[in-house]
């Protein structure tokens, strides 16, 4: 309490401020600190509130932001971390997910994406490779299979072509070899059957004709 020169009684301190004894007024608390009425000091706003000067109270952080101890306002999670309400820290967003600024969770990175710890947004998979949802790395296609950027799995590739590890599309099997459904090669025509560009399989020679091995046609055999 307090009073003035001449005063008949002393007044009772607001809430907000505070006075030790024998005061002639009642100093405001300052921001970052509180007094309910007729306080003889002010008390430090803990860790995840705040408060500005003069304050009855200490209100708690939103969700996305986080104070320490005797904060007079709340600092925005920056992107990559997250926070709940009366937070004293923001956490970092683990691997597979990620935040904008001012984040209350962090959101799982779609398929065909991915993401390291405390990321503010998730990474476009490469074509040759693919993720599901809420990755860390992104996994690359086996031979025999492909993908464009941004997949969530590897296609096998068709009969008639083929391809290595890690490719972005397949590759035409050449006249003279063919392949099925998956392959990582194209295997020869053997000598006395041929085949065209991205064929499944060899077609024998017929009577009257022959071939050596990998051969796009046969030949027809001479008269005599």
Do not use: K, Q, V, W
């Amino acid at each position: 309490s307090y009073s003035a020169a001449g005063a008949s009684s002393c007044t009772t301190c607001s809430a907000g401020s505070y006075s030790a004894a024998a005061a002639s007024s009642c100093p405001t608390c300052s921001a970052g600190s509180y007094s309910a009425t007729g306080s003889s000091s002010c008390t430090t706003c803990s860790a995840g509130s705040f408060s500005a000067a003069a304050a009855s109270t200490c209100t708690a952080c939103t969700a996305g932001s986080y104070s320490a101890d005797g904060a007079g306002s709340c600092t925005t999670c920056s992107a990559g971390s997250y926070s709940a309400t009366g937070a004293s820290s923001c956490t970092n967003c683990s691997a597979g997910s990620f935040s904008a600024a001012a984040a209350s969770t962090c959101t799982a990175c779609t398929a065909g994406s991915y993401s390291a710890d405390g990321a503010g947004s998730c990474t476009t998979c490469f074509a040759g490779s693919y993720s599901p949802t809420g990755s860390s790395s992104c996994t690359t296609c086996s031979a025999g299979s492909f993908s464009a950027a941004a997949a969530s799995t590897c296609t096998a590739c068709t009969a008639g072509s083929y391809s290595a590890d890690g490719a972005g599309s397949c590759t035409t099997c050449s006249a003279g070899s063919y392949s099925a459904t998956g392959a990582s090669s194209c295997t020869t025509c053997l000598a006395g059957s041929f085949s065209a560009i991205r064929a499944r399989s060899c077609s024998s020679c017929l009577a009257g004709s022959y071939s050596a091995a990998a051969a796009s046609t046969c030949t027809a055999c001479t008269a005599g």
